[in-house]
Structure formats: C-alpha cells, structure tokens
C-alpha cells in the first residue's frame, strides 16, 4: 500500500487525491491531505467572492472527494516550520506532493507605494473572505478607490466596494467585514489598466456584472478604450479570441452610455481607465495615499505599450493593486524566485537538476498563477500519472511503518480531522442564523479551533 501526503486542500490538492484513489494501475493507495488551515478547500473558501456563490457551490464536488474513505483530510497542519520538516514528512510518507498554490502578490514598484492605504487586492480578498491570517481593513474617510489591474480579481474586489450590503447579506462575508462595508463611504472605484480593453484577463461574465449592481453606474472613457486599435477597427476585432470580442461589445456599450448621460446620477460610479500605467502614489500630510499619479501609454505595435509623458492624477484613498501572484519558497523545498515556482519535470520535485525521488508538485506552485479552477485537474492528473510512474520506486523508499498520524501526534501537532471541520461547518451555520443570516464564516484562528473542538 502507498501511503501519500497532498499538502494543500485547494483545487488542485483535492484532484491529486481524486486521480490518485480513482486511477486502477497501482492498488490501495491510502491518501492524507495536509492543509495549514483548520477548513478546507483552499481558494474556493477564502479567494471566490462570497456573492459568487455558483463557482463557491465547487465546494460540493470537492467534499464528495475528501469524504472517500481512502482519503483523510488533516487540517491544522503547517509543513515546513519546526514541527513538521519536508524531511520529516518524506520519511511519514512513500510521496509527498505538494499543492501550495501562489500566495504573494506582485508588487507595483513604484514610489508611495508603502504610504498607508495601498493594499494589495489579496489582502483585501482574504479579509472579506475570513481567511484567519488576514489583517482588518478600515474604510473610515474613503470615498474613492483605485484598482490597479485587469484580471477578474481586479474585478472582484470593485464589485465588492461598490456593491450594497443588501446584496452582501445572503452570503457567508464575516460579519465584521459586512460592517465595515456597510458603513463604507466609497463612492466612486476605477479600475485602471496600463493597456487596452481587448487585452484586459477577465472574463465576460464577471465584466458584465458590474452592469448590474443596483444604484452603480458604469462608465468607459471612449477616447482612452479607442486607442487600442481593436476598439476602434472592427476588422482588428475579429482576428481577437471570442472573450476579448466579447468584452469588447460590453465596453462599448457602456461608452456609448456614458457619452449619451445615461449612466449618470447613480449612487455610486465604477470608472473602468484603460492605457494609463502607475508612475507614484502620492501621499498627504498624514502619510496616507491621497491619489495614483498615472503615465498615459500608446500601443507599441507589438503587443505591449509605451509612455507618452502625459500624466494625470487620480484621487484616492485606497489603492488595490491587482497585478498577478507568485509563489512562495516552502522551506526544505527548491525554489525558482523568478518563476516563483518549484522546480519539476512533469510534476517530479527536481533538486539540482536531478529528479528528487518521492517529491511531487502540482498547481499553482507547479506551472505559475495561470488558469481556472479547471486548469488544475489535468496539472494534478500529470504529476499523478509521473507518480504512479515512479510506485515500484517508492515503495522501495523505506519498509512498512505505522500510521503518520500517531507520528504528527508524537510530534505535538493537533490535526483538525474530517469531524473537525464539520464541527465548524455547524458553529458557521448558528453563528449565521443568530445574525438572522445564513452561515457566516469564523473568521480567527481561536475561533475555528474552538468550534473545531480544540480550544
């Protein structure tokens, strides 16, 4: 019997447990999936929008996986600090396959950029989201946002500092983050892209959205989205992929209703900004961001975009930077800081170049933050057939042992078991009706330990 850890309970760990007591080639393969956290399912727990809650309802297909009694889900469970080395862990388990995801963010790397109120979308992402580690966010005199991105993160959080309380209380938002929205003075959000609107990364599904937030008008500067030649060609437009052609219909749509006067006196506006690229957040007497000082940029015919030396500031009191995530050095594991991912061939760890036996990748940390939900499933099923490759060999690794659980036990860890997190699930669900809410996730550490019975 193979005895494998999947360290990590997203996406992508969870269908590398799937693949590997699903697939026939190698019998009684015995899987424990590892997560830092007391819940499971990583992004889809703390990185999904809480409205988004037909992409959240993934969560059913993932439980159904870790339900499978030749999997064990083991919450609570940090690898890589002095507890649990990856050594150590490679000597519990036959393989050892990591799906640790991307959890930094990029940076802007410009001037101001440490003036209090710059934030990146991540951390504002986890904080709406409960994640435990997640420091508080305070709205107090904020009455205009910038976001600087185009993915659908960057569209994510403008929807959700523009979107009403009565939209957000349906979900499962912690209740001191509903709070602070609900007292929220923001008026007004741009979302700021350095290129054109057919290169913009998100999906017409959640641009569309942002359409039809009660009480928010939209609107697209037409002069700014026309410098990007498809825009204004037609022709150009359809050599585009059919998302960017989509995207495309909806800006000019609300272009064409910003320049007829019908998106004005809504409550509050989302300003969609294309080719302007941040140059300097300026800051205030008090040292908090007053506004972005923005370059405007011009297609350079190949792609990319170049600066004109026109600047316009824009005024702000916080500023989202929503520019791409990069993974995070585990201890004990080789990095690529460039990449910021782990080393591998077909999913095979390579340390110095050489296939380290045992030690597998898959996700985020295998290829880089590209993708969907999806994309993880056949990323996983690779790194699962190179290790059903490699069984003869790690099963030769070392002779029988015990149960790695009694060893994470000896070496004072608590793991939340599979009863654990459903006691939480339960605490969420009360905590929710007691606010005349459905479940409202905990969102602190004592607080999911206590209702996972470990406090």
Known sequence: ???????????????????????????????????????????VRYGVAPDHE???????????????????FLGDVEVGGAALSTARLLELYDAVVYCVGAARDRTLDIPGEDLAGVHSAT???????????AAPFDLTGVRSAVVV?????????????????PELEPTDMPQPA???LAASGVREVSMVARRGPSQGRFTTKELRELGTLPGVGVTVDRSE???????????????LPAVARRNLEVLRGWARAGADGSASGSARRIALRFHLRPVEVLGGPDGRVRAVRFERTAPDGRGGVVGTGVHEDVEAQLVLRSVGYLGVPLPGLPFDAARGTVPH?????????????????????????TGVIGTNRPCAKETVSSLL????????????????LDALRAAGLRPVEWPGWLAIEAAEERLGRSLGRRSVKIPDWAGLRGAAGRG
């Open 123 to 133: 951390a504002f992402v986890s904080w709406y989201s409960g994640h435990p580690d």
């Open 178 to 180: 509903l709070g602070v």
């Open 225 to 239: 989205a026309a410098l990007d030649p498809a825009y204004a060609d037609p022709d150009a437009a359809a050599a």
């Open 1 to 43: 019997m193979l005895r494998v850890a999947v360290v990590g309970s997203g996406p992508s760990g969870v269908y590398a447990a799937q693949s590997l007591v699903l697939q026939r080639e190698v019998p009684g393969v015995r899987v424990d999936v590892l997560d830092r956290l007391p819940a499971p399912y990583g992004l």
């Open 149 to 165: 991105g185009a993915g659908n993160v960057a569209v994510d959080v403008t929807r959700i500092l523009a979107r009403g309380v």
């Open 54 to 72: 037909k992409i959240k309802s993934l969560t059913g297909n993932l439980r159904s996986v870790l339900e499978d009694e030749r999997i064990r």
């Open 389 to 404: 490759q490699d069984a003869g060999a790690l099963a030769a690794r070392h002779g029988p042992a015990g149960d790695p």
């Open 345 to 369: 061939a077909a999913g095979r760890v390579l340390r110095a170049g050489r296939v380290s036996v045992g030690e597998y990748v898959a996700g985020w940390i295998k290829r880089g933050p």
